[in-house]
């Protein structure tokens, strides 16, 4: 099966950057769309980033669009995502998602594997 693990997390100030990654660890030979989401204090968890059915193409929130990137590893069912210009908003702990086709691919609900976390905090 999949067991996800995410790096690269830690404590930057605004404006800076910091890039994310997740790799999967399990022996399962399928390919799974992967998405990273987040979830700061207090609130729900929220879409960050995904190829879209592990497609080519990247899609984002609104909130992070033009800031972040997601990237592809070389390593089967392994994605980045680079982050740049951070506010203090942007502070969560981020998770890595994956799902062999999530039925929405924003949709935490839709995602049935999930790494621990990292935490990722944004000074002012």
């Known amino acids: 099966q999949v067991q996800l693990v995410e790096s690269g997390g830690g404590l930057v100030q605004v404006g800076g950057s910091l890039t994310l990654s997740c790799a999967d660890s399990g022996r399962d030979s399928r390919t799974y769309a992967m998405a990273w989401f987040r979830q700061g204090p207090g609130k729900e968890r929220e879409f960050v980033a995904t190829f879209k059915n592990a497609g080519p193409v990247a899609y984002y929130a609104d909130s992070v669009k033009g800031r972040f990137t997601i990237s592809k590893g070389n390593a089967k069912n392994t994605v980045h995502l680079q982050m740049s210009s951070l506010k203090p908003e942007d502070t969560a702990v981020y998770y890595c998602?994956?799902?062999?086709?999530?039925?929405?691919?924003?949709?935490?609900?839709?995602?049935?594997?999930w790494g621990q976390g990292t935490q990722v905090t944004v000074s002012s």
């Open positions: 998602a994956a799902d062999e086709r999530p039925y929405q691919y924003y949709n935490a609900r839709f995602y049935d594997y």
